[in-house]
Every structure is written in C-alpha cells, then in structure tokens.
Nanobody, 115 residues
Framework: QVQVVESGGGLVQPGRSLKLSCTIP????????LGWARQAPGKQREQVAT???????TYADSVKGRFIISRDRTKTTVWLEMNSLKPEDTAVYFC?????????WGQGTQVTVSS
C-alpha cells in the first residue's frame, strides 16, 4: 500500500502563487511516475501535471506555462508550484504515484482562488 500525503493548500488571491507538497515514503522515485490531479465541484477529475521516471514532464493545457511539477528523490517529495492562479483553478488537488499509470492517490488538499 502506497501512502501519499499532500499539504500546502489554502486560500489565495487571483494572480498569486501557491506551492503544494506531497510526500510518498517508501516509494522508489526511480521506478515510479508521479503526478498531480484536481477535481472541482461538479466536474471530473483532471490530470494537471505528470513527471515520469526519466524526468520528462507533461501538463494539461489549462495549466501549461503556469504550473511546474518537480521532485526530490532523496526526500521522496514531489511539488506542484502554481503561479498566476485563477478562480477556475479552485479545486481539491491530489498527488499520486504509480509504476506505470498513476494508481495510488492521496486524500487531497483544497485550493481556493478568490479575492
């Protein structure tokens, strides 16, 4: 069982930045793909950022150029840096890991973008 714990959510004004953290103890980042997804009320879960074993990253069009996913293998931590936040970024953000597709997800952390 992979344990995933997100943190760093909160209330932020439009245009500001926020950085989410996720710790996944006991997982070898050398063989696991990592990612962040989000789910807004009444909407389907959306994969927003992924970093694969080799280090390549992919982003949803809705966040491309604003969000950055990164990882630290020694700390088994993955981050999601969110810049130029918009009200439509409001959602519960989930961190996940998987040896191929991402199948183990955390409980999520709420991000609210509002003035």
């Amino acid at each position: 069982q992979v344990q995933v714990v997100e943190s760093g959510g909160g209330l932020v004004q439009p245009g500001r930045s926020l950085k989410l953290s996720c710790t996944i103890p006991g997982v070898l980042f050398s063989i696991y793909n990592l990612g962040w997804a989000r789910q807004a009320p009444g909407k389907q879960r959306e994969q927003v950022a992924t970093i694969v074993v080799g280090g390549a990253t992919t982003y949803a069009d809705s966040v491309k150029g604003r969000f950055i996913i990164s990882r630290d293998r020694t700390k088994t931590t993955v981050w999601l840096e969110m810049n130029s936040l918009k009200p439509e970024d409001t959602a519960v953000y989930f961190c996940g890991a998987g040896s191929y597709s991402i199948t183990s997800w955390g409980q999520g952390t709420q991000v609210t973008v509002s003035s």
